[in-house]
């Protein structure tokens, strides 16, 4: 006879399943309550699924299961991966992507889809140069040589070598663990998470595949093998740029040869890496992309909005362009205290004061997107915070923006969103982390 725990772990699966089908292919971006509703109750049934049924096989399982509910998904809630396959088609015609914007050149060339890509990146996206590293822009390219008829092949060519990166951060995810001495199980609330799902494979998002490279960055940095750590790290920088601010932390860690050997390997690889797309106009247009994500580009920051609110009371205008002059130093000052901090010798209290740097960097972002916070997920869980995780489901109500031909952010949402993140941060701050309750069938219980 088949016992009643055995069907609710069946009826669980199925309703997560459907779940992450209806965000897919049912649900629209400016459908704000079903979809925030959709991705909450995902949240809190993986929570409980987790907490209750979970194994490590199990978990792989369910993860790949989930992931592959999207393959034939055309990302609907990020505009972005239209401007991934921009950067690949001009760049088989030999057009570097740094060196004009999609507006200059959507007038003097053609490739396959051209046209649709440029106009479905959205007008904030083709007035600009490209943002996206260089090993980014080698996916791209070669996701682009299968844009012909149909956009679905480059993105299945995309989500083909995100997976490969899934697998690769699942075993180095479990070997941190372990070496962490951590319940390999509590990898699931990273395997498994719907922020990552979605954002990852879903919208095609560079965080999942950038943290693969760094997670395995960093387990060989733990095992102080700096030149190996130093490549894969060029990796994951050539990916997405977060890890760059990653590399003083390993100053007393590797102690001073081994971080010289480690800084030099990053170099040298990376120099490889971005060598066929640099001159100075690279240079300057790269500089000028990233200086407008500190004096542009503003979406659901919690610590900027309030100084925003104050500099219009005081100036009477956004003074984000004065504050994006001085951020940059900010963030410097922050990288240079963290990355001093004597604690920084063991690689618990290492993985710590990283996870606490970057949140204070996107605490004070002008700009906090969902997948920006994928950053902080694994760290969370080797560290035993928890923000990270209800930061990962509080971070997509900011969907709650979108209609549909308008981005209008509610200050209620974002209210909602960070009085729980600072609430859990500031407690797991004064009290300790909460981390290992999230395993607990009873989560109040000690």
Same mark, same amino acid.
């Given at each position: 006879m088949i016992n009643n725990r055995f069907l609710l772990h069946v009826g669980l699966l199925i309703t997560l399943i459907v779940g992450f089908y209806l965000i897919a292919f049912e649900i629209l971006r400016e459908e704000t309550l079903p979809l925030l509703t959709t991705y909450s109750a995902l949240f809190l049934g993986l929570w409980f699924w987790i907490r209750n049924y979970s194994s490590l096989l199990g978990i792989f399982l369910l993860g790949f299961v989930l992931r592959f509910l999207f393959w034939n998904h055309l990302p609907a809630l990020s505009q972005d991966f239209y401007r991934f396959l921009w950067d690949g088609g001009i760049q088989l015609l030999g057009i570097n992507p740094y060196g004009n914007t999609p507006n200059f050149l959507i007038e003097h060339i053609g490739f396959p889809n051209a046209r649709l890509l440029y106009e479905k990146m959205g007008s904030l996206s083709n007035g600009h140069f490209s943002n996206y590293p260089a090993l980014s822009q080698y996916i791209y390219r070669f996701a682009a040589l299968f844009l012909e008829s149909e956009l679905l092949q480059p993105v299945h060519v995309l989500r083909s070598i995100h997976l490969v990166g899934?697998?690769?951060?699942?075993?180095?995810?479990? !070997?941190? $663990?372990?070496?962490?001495?951590?319940?390999?199980?509590?990898?699931?609330?990273?395997?498994?998470?719907?922020?990552?799902?979605?954002?990852?494979?879903?919208? $095609?998002?560079? #965080?999942?595949?950038?943290?693969?490279?760094?997670?395995?960055?960093? /387990? @060989?940095?733990?095992?102080? !093998?700096?030149?190996?750590?130093?490549?894969?790290?060029?990796?994951?920088?050539? %990916?997405?740029?977060?890890?760059?601010?990653?590399?003083?932390?390993? /100053? !007393? &860690?590797?102690?001073?040869? !081994?971080?010289?050997? &480690?800084?030099?390997?990053?170099?040298?690889?990376?120099?490889?890496? +971005?060598?066929?797309?640099?001159?100075?106009?690279?240079?300057?247009?790269?500089?000028? %992309?990233?200086?407008?994500? /500190?004096?542009?580009? #503003?979406?659901?920051?919690?610590?900027?909005?309030?100084?925003?609110?104050?500099?219009?009371?005081? *100036?009477? @205008?956004?003074?984000?362009?004065?504050?994006?002059?001085?951020?940059?130093?900010?963030?410097?000052g922050m990288l240079g205290l963290f990355?001093?901090?004597?604690?920084?010798?063991?690689? *618990?209290?290492?993985?710590?004061?990283?996870?606490?740097?970057?949140? $204070?960097?996107?605490? %004070?972002?002008?700009?906090?997107?969902?997948?920006?916070?994928?950053?902080?997920?694994?760290?969370?869980?080797?560290?035993?915070?928890? @923000?990270?995780?209800?930061?990962?489901?509080?971070?997509?109500?900011?969907?709650?923006? &979108?209609?549909?031909?308008?981005?209008?952010?509610?200050?209620? +949402?974002?209210?909602?969103? &960070?009085?729980?993140? @600072?609430?859990?941060?500031?407690y797991e701050c004064v009290k300790g982390p909460l981390g290992h309750h999230f395993q607990k069938p009873n989560f109040f219980s000690t």
């Open positions: 899934e697998i690769v951060l699942f075993f180095t995810a479990k !070997k941190l $663990l372990e070496d962490f001495n951590l319940p390999v199980e509590y990898l699931a609330w990273y395997f498994l998470n719907p922020l990552v799902i979605v954002e990852g494979i879903g919208n $095609l998002h560079g #965080e999942s595949l950038m943290l693969a490279f760094t997670l395995l960055a960093l /387990f @060989y940095c733990f095992k102080r !093998k700096p030149i190996l750590g130093g490549f894969i790290m060029a990796l994951a920088i050539g %990916t997405k740029l977060v890890p760059l601010l990653l590399i003083p932390f390993f /100053f !007393k &860690y590797l102690g001073f040869r !081994k971080f010289v050997l &480690y800084v030099l390997s990053v170099l040298f690889f990376s120099l490889a890496l +971005w060598l066929p797309f640099w001159n100075l106009e690279v240079v300057e247009n790269y500089t000028k %992309t990233i200086q407008l994500w /500190f004096t542009t580009f #503003e979406f659901n920051g919690s610590i900027y909005n309030i100084v925003r609110a104050i500099g219009y009371e005081v *100036k009477g @205008y956004n003074i984000i362009r004065s504050l994006g002059k001085i951020t940059p130093f900010i963030t410097l990355s001093l901090f004597p604690s920084n010798r063991t690689p *618990k209290q290492l993985t710590t004061n990283i996870l606490l740097f970057l949140s $204070l960097y996107f605490f %004070t972002a002008t700009t906090v997107h969902p997948w920006y916070i994928i950053n902080l997920l694994f760290l969370g869980i080797l560290s035993g915070y928890a @923000y990270p995780l209800v930061w990962s489901l509080t971070v997509f109500w900011s969907y709650q923006a &979108y209609g549909q031909n308008t981005i209008e952010e509610g200050l209620l +949402w974002q209210l909602s969103e &960070y009085l729980l993140v @600072y609430c859990f941060f500031l």
